[in-house]
């Protein structure tokens, strides 16, 4: 495993995690709905994805 993996792995941030603050930050630009919804993870991306125009449910 790769330094930089182990690390943030070693840090608690998960895919799931980064996943969720990107699209936060995308959608809200604001720092307070990407911690909170970070701390959710994937949780929030699977609700990103069903809730969106052309997503999941389409």
């Known amino acids: 495993m790769s ?3 182990n ?3 070693q840090a608690g941030i ?3 995690s ?3 603050i990107a699209i936060s ?3 809200h630009k604001s720092i307070f ?3 909170v919804q970070g701390f959710f ?3 929030y991306v699977i609700y990103y994805a069903f809730t969106r125009p ?3 449910a389409g």
């Open 14 to 16: 998960g895919f799931g």
């Open 3 to 5: 330094g930089a993996g």
């Open 41 to 43: 993870g994937w949780f």
């Open 18 to 20: 980064a996943l969720a």
């Open 25 to 27: 930050w995308s959608v």
């Open 54 to 56: 052309g997503g999941l």
């Open 7 to 9: 690390t943030a792995a």
């Open 33 to 35: 709905w990407a911690i």
